[in-house]
């Protein structure tokens, strides 16, 4: 049995409440949303907030909608919903393929997207999906609340602009009408952080690329992504040549660490393998195979 | 099985005798009413935590544990210095500080001078609850000077490497076993190695020499190590609840360790979560948990974490091997020589019998028929966690029947031959046995060609390697690999067998009450085997009783024989057979006193299941429970005999017994990401008679799962700071029903010629056997680009260097 050291809890009632309780406790209040990540490091005592107040009464964190030309995913909405929504598999195939690889189901029932963005480990799956698809998320303070997209939300590892006062209260991502996207990722055994994940959507129009986006995890890609790679397919066919060619400016745009789950070679070169499979995959999904 | 289906059936529709019953303990487990060391709760029990080394080597300058001690609910603080301070009345060395391992060496239960590796035991806190202690760890101020760790077993015994064992006046990172060696032989080196150079010479000859490791894994029981001790200072009794394998050697030790009375110490252990041998060796929290209750004079509970668990506790394997195999060109082996550097850890704490300081390793010679077989082992300290004995390995045979069935494999890719052929031709005969292997092993007996060949029957062997072919043209990778693994269990005949002079025999007793319904009293320690269940069956196949009818008891030393507990799958060899000999010992007093009863002579009587008759008018005769009244009765009953049916035995094993099995495992590899998929696996066992089939299966489906694991995930890695980078289930991965296929069993059946009821005991088979089949089925995958080994586990990332031509060292951190 782990212990972690003392800590006060405190049951948010809404949104402006969780605020409240925030602004009142300052930094060493922790959000706690499903856990899976949080309560872990507090148990090992590598966390160890005073306070932690609890999001999981705030229903209207909860749901997915479209909302004119974006979905829209609550902060508190789980794993388990995302894989198992009917919304999001017609718009993008990239959420299904991600989430049955994340975690396990015990964690996949708990854990939240907000969390999962906010935790922002440098190896989440969805920080990969939600900078393929070029998402952003609504940020809540005292103030109001302000968007972001998610190419600028990361300051770095386990960083993020979410202010100490702040909450992440929604991720939304635009409807692509015609893309087809992909979600691959390398593990040492399910329910194992990826050694390496790539995940993509393409539209592909008139024979062209004409809009892409390509998100990368536990590789070291800054934001989580590969602009230089999505900037050569656009105007381009989806041929194998080019493909490969944007899978290799997108390992280029990785800088891993070696650790236990492989060295940086073989990084690099899952960064290309997975980028031109999921590329291959979303190219031919858009053009309706 | 035609044998299953003629035991007749109980009232509650249990085999009178052997065959499949659900096990008897699952009611309770079931339904989490199980009763595992955590679940005891002794009224004023206090709790306890142990402060560990972050640092893999360095002196303890000081310790300051003056705000541990403010803490408000702190009862005491213990440190090494404080245990130095108190006079041990034995003769295993004269205070507290440092304990006896298993095989003579000393550790450490809290470190005095220098910490040897990272999660060594340095101080003790107890508390009123179990948060208040570890709050108070956080308050303890160690200033440590960081040494030089040795953490490459390649290094250790370099000139000029740090000393780990200075506390010995050692000079280097040898280790000396009890008998004053240094390294440890079998085999006739003269005659391997000239065998090996005649074939180096001979055109007509191959050698082939590789080194393979077997890196550093932990046995990671579901349940951890802990205990809750309490010494009643009117009585001065002590009572502790322990996570053991082998409570009656654990009292013993006990004993010598604390310098208390042996009739004075009760060794329960409930229900145990699982050990694999992490729960044989006595851990210094055990003897901390004593020592707590010597001074608070109230019961302490002390409960390993996870990652306490992980670091500290007995790891398994680490051996590093350089195997040669000489053979013909047609494939006949000549010769196999194995040289191997075994790393230790910081204290030579493994369990094994006295007279084998490598365990059973020498049973490397294998299942096949050839003269010459040597063995070299050189053990070395490290900067790491002691153990090296454990997680099913039955004396290290895994790492036996490992190096074997892998350096068979290189043989056959250096012939081109398949390995089921090359085996085929080498494997021994049905008339050879009983055979004394090259090494010195007696094999009881076996049909290995007839169960390799049941297991490439049930595999379509020919149809995969059609298979194969076809997918090779296609540029997909799948591999097929065999393993065939021999080995030796049921430690041991006493006189060659002992733990710290402990010889290896099994007591039991078996109580009929007058009603005819029985107690069980065992020596051996299930920590999930389902003793509960097959021991009666046993008594069943023995004596007629309905196993519903007979209780078996175990886990307390107060109200069970002495004996040496469960590891190296010795219960059914060693006390299954005492189990066998004491229900006959019953059933020959039966026939005395229902002789008596039906006035007749005992020699007039016939057994039938359950029933002496008088020979030749069946319908005159009793049942066992009549006769179990009669004996409680006035009848009056022949000299010599006093009354009840009551026995006990003691079993001294005449010899091992050899369980075999042929595995096959079928893999498929995608070169562009590494990743390997378990197809399928085959596993024909062959454990002789099965008491409960329905038990053996789960037994190997649990091995096996073993198996996948090791060979693909499983590790324990140490940075060169000497970090531990397996020291959570996050790190150390343990394998999932995802990764695990259907297992497809088989069997056949071979009796042991020398076993009462011809039973082998099956506990390790799996685990033994399972990896190299596994790891075969990777590198026959892979050989189209020329590898021809890569060391475990397989990850995507090892797998991938591989076929780069570019294998990594995995016992270091990756770079």
Redesign the interface.
């Known amino acids: 049995m782990q212990t972690p050291a003392p800590v006060d809890y405190a049951r948010a009632t809404s949104v402006a409440d969780a605020i409240d309780l925030l602004e009142k406790h300052g930094d060493e209040a922790r959000l706690l949303a499903g856990g899976h990540s949080l309560l872990p490091m507090m148990k090992l005592r590598l966390a160890r907030p005073e306070i932690l107040i609890d999001l999981n009464d705030l229903d209207e964190l909860r749901g997915i909608r479209i909302e004119g030309e974006e979905i829209v995913i609550g902060a508190m909405v789980t794993h388990a919903e995302i894989l198992d929504s009917p919304v999001l598999a017609e718009h993008y195939a990239i959420f299904r393929e991600a989430e049955k690889v994340i975690a396990d189901p015990i964690v996949r029932n708990k854990g939240t997207i907000g969390g999962s963005m906010c935790q922002a480990d440098p190896s989440e799956d969805l920080s990969a999906v939600g900078s393929a698809l070029k998402g952003s998320v609504v940020i809540q303070g005292s103030g109001g609340k302000r968007t972001l997209a998610l190419r600028e939300f990361h300051e770095g590892p386990y960083e993020t602009k979410v202010g100490d006062a702040e909450i992440l209260i929604e991720v939304r991502f635009p409807i692509r009408p015609g893309a087809g996207s992909a979600y691959e990722k390398v593990e040492r055994r399910v329910g194992d952080w990826p050694v390496a994940s790539a995940g993509v959507f393409v539209v592909v129009s008139g024979g062209v690329v004409t809009d892409c986006g390509i998100g990368l995890t536990a590789i070291g890609a800054e934001h989580f992504c590969a602009p230089d790679a999505e900037a050569y397919l656009i105007g381009k066919a989806p041929t194998e040549e080019n493909l490969a060619a944007a899978a290799q400016l997108a390992a280029d745009a990785c800088t891993p660490y070696a650790d236990q789950r492989g060295p940086v070679d073989y990084k690099l070169h899952l960064a290309r393998e997975l980028t031109l499979r999921t590329l291959r995959k979303a190219a031919a999904s858009s053009q309706g195979a | 099985m035609t044998a299953v289906e003629e035991v007749p059936l109980s009232a509650a529709g249990n085999p009178i005798g052997f065959g499949s019953m659900r096990r008897v303990e699952d009611a309770r487990f079931v339904r989490g009413q199980g009763n595992y060391v ?1 679940d005891v709760n002794l009224p004023g029990m206090l709790h306890s935590a142990i402060l560990r080394s972050p640092h893999a080597h360095a002196r303890i300058v000081s310790i300051d544990a003056a705000a541990a001690e403010a803490l408000p609910g702190v009862v005491a603080v213990i440190t090494g210095k404080i245990l130095e301070g108190i006079p041990r009345p034995s003769l295993l060395g004269d205070n507290f500080a440092w304990m006896p391992t298993l095989s003579y060496d000393t550790q450490a239960v809290l470190a005095t001078d220098k910490v040897r590796f990272q999660g060594q035991e340095v101080a003790y806190v107890i508390a009123e609850s ?2 208040i202690a ?2 108070a760890l ?1 308050l303890i101020d160690v200033e440590y000077e960081i040494l030089e760790p040795v953490m490459d077993a390649k290094r250790a015994l370099d000139a000029g490497a740090p000393i780990i064992r200075d506390d010995k006046g050692q000079t280097d990172n040898s280790i000396t076993d009890v008998h004053g060696n240094k390294t440890w032989e079998s085999g006739n080196a003269e005659s391997t190695a000239a065998a090996i150079a005649a074939a180096k010479a001979d055109p007509n000859c191959v050698v082939v020499t590789q080194e393979i490791m077997y890196p550093r894994v932990h046995p990671a029981p579901m349940e951890t190590c802990g205990s809750v001790s309490y010494l009643d200072k009117v009585t001065g009794q002590l009572t502790m609840y322990t996570t053991t394998q082998a409570p009656h050697a654990h009292r013993t030790v006990y004993a010598m360790v604390a310098g208390l009375p042996e009739q004075k110490i009760r060794i329960i252990s409930p229900d145990i979560g699982g050990g694999f041998g992490n729960k044989v060796p006595v851990y210094p929290g055990y003897v901390l948990s004593v020592i707590g209750t010597i001074v608070t004079g109230k019961p302490v509970k002390w ?1 390993e ?3 306490e668990n992980l670091v500290s506790t007995g790891f398994a394997r680490d051996y590093h091997m350089t195997a040669s195999i000489a053979a013909t060109k047609e494939g006949k082996i000549l010769a196999v020589d194995v040289d191997v550097l075994a790393d230790h850890g910081a204290f030579n704490g493994v369990a094994q019998p006295t007279n084998y300081p490598a365990g059973f390793f020498n049973i490397f010679s294998g299942s096949y028929d050839y003269a010459d077989a040597h063995c070299k082992v050189t053990p070395v300290y490290t900067n790491k966690a002691p153990g090296g004995v454990a997680y099913a390995c039955s004396f290290r045979i895994t790492e036996a029947a490992y190096v074997i069935e892998r350096v068979v494999d290189c043989l056959a890719q250096e012939l081109q031959m398949d390995p089921a052929e090359l085996r085929l031709k080498n494997l021994l005969r049905p008339e050879q046995f009983p055979y004394l292997s090259p090494t010195g092993w007696e094999y009881d007996s076996g049909e290995y060609e007839k169960t390799m060949r049941v297991a490439m029957e049930m595999a379509g062997y020919d149809e995969l390697r059609r298979e194969q072919a076809e997918k090779r043209a296609k540029g997909e990778y799948m591999g097929i690999g065999i393993s065939f693994f021999t080995e030796g269990v049921g430690a041991g005949p006493r006189r060659d067998m002992d733990i710290l002079g402990l010889g290896m025999a099994d007591g039991i007793e078996l109580r009929v009450h007058p009603t005819g319904k029985a107690q069980l009293r065992l020596s051996v320690q299930s920590q999930g085997q389902g003793h509960e269940t097959t021991f009666a069956q046993i008594v069943a196949h023995e004596l007629g009783i309905p196993p519903e009818d007979i209780e078996v008891l175990h886990g307390d030393t107060d109200n069970t024989p002495f004996g040496l507990g469960t590891y190296g799958s010795r219960s059914t060899p060693v006390s299954g057979a005492a189990a066998s000999v004491v229900a006959r010992k019953v059933r020959d007093r039966a026939r005395i006193v229902a002789a008596a009863a039906l006035e007749c002579a005992p020699d007039d009587l016939d057994w039938e299941l359950g029933r002496w008759y008088v020979k030749g008018d069946r319908e005159r005769g009793k049942t066992i429970a009549e006769i179990a009244l009669l004996s409680h009765s006035s009848l009056e009953l022949p000299e010599g005999v006093e009354g009840h049916l009551d026995a006990t035995a003691v079993y001294n094993p005449p010899s091992l017994t050899y369980p075999y099995g042929c595995y096959i495992c079928v893999v498929d590899v995608d070169p ?4 390997v998929k378990v197809r399928r696996f085959i596993a024909v066992d062959d454990c002789g008679t099965r008491i409960n089939p329905m038990i053996v299966e789960g037994q190997v489906h649990g091995g096996l799962a073993d198996g996948v694991g090791m060979a ?2 499983e ?1 324990i ?1 140490f940075d060169s700071d000497g970090n531990n ?1 397996g020291g ?1 289930f ?2 150390y ?1 343990l ?2 029903a ?2 695990c296929p259907d297992w497809e069993l088989g069997e056949t059946v071979t009796p042991s010629p020398h076993h009462p009821i011809g039973a082998k005991g099956v506990g390790e088979s799996a685990t033994v056997g399972s990896p190299a089949a596994v790891v075969n089925a990777v590198i026959d995958a892979l050989s189209p680009f020329g590898v021809r080994h890569a060391d475990m586990p397989l ?3 090892n797998v ?2 591989a076929i ?1 031509g570019n294998a ?1 060292r995995v016992d270091m ?3």
């Open positions: 955590d179990r948060y570890k709050d956080e409960i974490d996870r990652g562009g990401t590494g990743q693909l995930m590790l890695a980078l959570s996050m790190d991965l394998p999932t995802v990764e990850t995507p990332a991938w260097r780069q990594m951190a990756i770079e």
